[in-house]
């Protein structure tokens, strides 16, 4: 039991009963009295930020010793929603500890504690997560103060809170996403095929902002959806339709994006300018780790036994696909290809083909740069024809490894609408999550069309494959399907 158990609900009831009464410095007063309680008898004041100025925030600075350091926000009543109704619906912020949240990141720390001496919240800011809250003071004092705890924290109590699961967090995330399509759906008169293309479309912005592969416009792009989400939130949703529809076409327009591809039917679903301000002020208080594509695809895990296997098989080792592989040459890889069924496969067989194909394109670009350094003249000698020529022989795939993998590497075999659409989104956050870590500016986004392919009964690639590895075996193995 703490010796200060009771004390801090005590301070909080204090002041509701002078709360009419009372002017900033009295509630500055007791912001710092419980913060003694907690043991931070020295808490830093903090120069009020924008977001801080906006809210009339209180920020303080809170540092153990060590290395964990934590702001304190106190805003005044009425500035929080109750916890409660935040999480009921899914979300992980509401609108003031979104702001708040963001701008502790600014200062650099670790944890942000953010109450109005009633409700309270509290984040890991370098993860986005929401780690505990209370609706009231006594929840406050049974839940949260212990972790707050200057001599818990040294400890390294908040390293320990509980966080949450990657299952729960993509079921919330998945109940978020059904609840809009279905809203769109039903408001749009579309069928729900075209309207989770919107809530898909959500998704890769919010992964794509999160990623510097757009190097031409994604500043532009970012502060053009900031500005939205921004509107939707201060409820000024004039145009806000509109301005969305745009935002989609152009990123089509400048990044051939084929998700964004334009979609009429969409368009005119997403025509109300209440419906996508009230999506998109949702959407802005999800935690950025509600977006990582292992979350995403988690989403998924729901419904059909089979689908859910699908998204959770883990790529078996393909003896005859790997030697295939690595039979090619810089004379055959351009029509090499690796086919994918996705029945049979599951949705990580995407991510770890696409790798293999793209390795074995730079091992022979590799290969040939060698062979090309070998053969060219000495300096003195240098032809620009015959370096010209020598550059025209490259093959196709060791040029843009990636858009060749999509176009011409790798087949991918689905089956129905849902399949399609979960291949779709996972390998354009593949494609961003890649060009990312290889520090590669996209000049074109590569199409995805012909990797995406409806399964046919038989698949005529099986017994290609299987002739390239066999060619003296006069059976063919050919899958028929499920």
């Not at 934590?70 to 805003?75: G, S």
């Not at 916890?83 to 200062?107: I, M």
């Not at 049974?142 to 320990?160: K, V």
């Not at 689908?307 to 696909?321: A, G, I, Q, S």
């Amino acid at each position: 039991m703490r010796e200060d158990a009771g004390k801090i609900a005590r301070l909080c009831a204090s002041w509701r009963d002078t709360l009419t009464d009372s002017t900033k410095s009295e509630q500055h007063r007791y912001a710092e009295e419980l913060l003694r309680l907690l043991g931070w008898n020295q808490p830093v004041l903090l120069t009020p930020k924008e977001a801080s100025a906006a809210l009339s925030a209180r920020p303080y600075l809170l540092r153990a010793s060590g290395q964990t350091t934590l702001a304190a926000y106190f805003v005044l009543p009425g500035t929080l929603e109750p916890p409660s109704n935040v999480v009921e619906h899914g979300l992980d912020f509401c609108h003031a500890t979104r702001k708040l949240t963001d701008e502790a990141r600014d200062v650099d720390v670790a944890y942000a504690l953010i109450t109005d001496l009633y409700r309270s919240y509290l984040y890991d800011v370098r993860t986005d997560e929401l780690l505990l809250h209370a609706d009231e003071p006594d929840t406050f004092d049974r839940e949260m103060a212990e972790a707050l705890a200057r001599a818990n924290i040294e400890r390294g109590a908040l390293e320990e809170v509980r966080r949450e699961p990657r299952s729960a967090a993509a079921r919330s995330l998945r109940e978020w996403c059904e609840r809009w399509t279905a809203l769109i759906a039903t408001r749009g008169r579309i069928s729900q095929d075209v309207a989770c293309l919107a809530i898909d479309r959500l998704l890769v912005v919010r992964y794509l902002f999160a990623h510097n592969i757009l190097r031409r416009t994604k500043w532009r792009l970012e502060q053009r959806f900031t500005r939205l989400t921004d509107r939707a939130a201060e409820a000024d949703t004039r145009g806000l339709s509109r301005d969305l529809i745009h935002l989609f076409h152009d990123m089509w327009f400048d990044w051939q994006i084929d998700l964004f591809e334009p979609a009429p039917a969409l368009d005119d679903a997403l025509g109300d300018d209440g419906l996508v301000g009230s999506m998109l002020a949702e959407f802005v208080l999800l935690s950025r780790g509600r977006f990582s594509i292992a979350t995403i695809l988690e989403s998924f895990n729901h419904g059909d036994p089979r689908e859910k296997m699908r998204v959770r098989m883990v790529p078996d080792v393909n003896e005859d696909r790997e030697s295939y592989l690595a039979k090619q040459t810089i004379a055959t890889v351009d029509t090499a290809r690796i086919d994918l069924d996705l029945s049979e496969e599951g949705y990580r067989a995407i991510f770890y083909w696409f790798d293999k194909v793209v390795a074995l394109y730079e091992r022979l670009a590799i290969d040939f740069d060698a062979r090309a350094r070998r053969t060219q003249p000495v300096a003195q000698d240098l032809d620009l024809f015959a370096w010209s020529e020598q550059d025209a022989a490259r093959p196709g795939a060791c040029a843009d490894k990636f858009a060749h993998a999509c176009e011409n590497g790798l087949r991918i075999y689905y089956r129905g609408p849902r399949q399609y659409r979960v291949s779709r989104l996972l390998l354009t956050l593949h494609l961003i999550s890649r060009y990312d870590q290889r520090r590669v500016p996209v000049a074109v986004f590569p199409s995805i069309k012909a990797t995406l392919e409806e399964r046919p009964a038989v698949l005529p690639a099986d017994r290609v494959l299987h002739r390239a590895l066999h060619p003296g075996d006069a059976h063919d193995n050919v899958d028929e399907g499920e």
